[in-house]
């Protein structure tokens, strides 16, 4: 019996110093960065996440991170920042863990959002997750609207007001005076 506690005490301790050593050698983070205005979820393990941004270019986000072992990210990807699309269709994303093309699953699907776990090893630094669609920051969206002068002259020719000679003169003049191009 005395044995048997001996032992049993014996693996106690044993188990409390060995819980504190593995606690070293796993870690990870959790947490959320904002690219171009839009929050990216993120929960690394065996892990930290350095730097994550949008590369309109190459259709790509770009992960850089630091890692102590074999492990995963699991991302949460704004559609509206990068999406991976065929013919209005969800296509698959082209992953690559330092230069090497990885698979990835896929957990979750919504009209906003998609989420992938993405594996890599021990002393990966940079995932590229290369979509169809991505956000465009430096493209600016300006309304194109015609001057209702403009379409005061086109209705007046429509309706046979003004006729073809003074409506190509209105035309020649936009186009001398570099208002339209041709």
């Known amino acids: 019996m005395v044995r048997k506690n001996s032992l049993y005490f014996l693996g106690l301790i044993f188990s409390l110093l060995l819980i504190p050593l593995s606690s070293q050698f796993s870690y990870g983070d ?21 730097s994550i941004f949008l590369d309109p270019d190459f259709v790509e986000l770009i992960i850089t991170m630091d890692t102590s072992a074999d492990g995963t990210i ?47 090893f021990g002393g990966d630094s940079i995932i590229d997750i290369i979509g169809t669609d991505a956000l465009n920051p430096f493209l600016i969206e300006t309304e194109i609207e015609i001057p209702f002068w403009i379409k005061n002259n086109a209705g007046w020719w429509a309706e046979d007001t003004i006729d073809d000679e003074t409506f190509v003169q209105a035309i020649q003049y936009l186009i001398t005076n570099g208002i339209m191009q041709v």
């Open 30 to 50: 959790i947490g959320t960065i904002s690219v171009d205005s839009f929050n990216v979820d993120y929960d690394i393990e065996n892990g930290n996440i350095e």
């Open 74 to 120: 699991e991302i949460m990807i704004p559609r509206t920042l990068l999406d991976a699309k065929f013919d209005s269709s969800d296509d698959i994303f082209f992953i690559l863990v330092d230069g090497f093309e990885t698979d990835y699953v896929e957990i979750e699907s919504t009209s906003s959002s998609r989420t992938l776990v993405i594996p890599f």
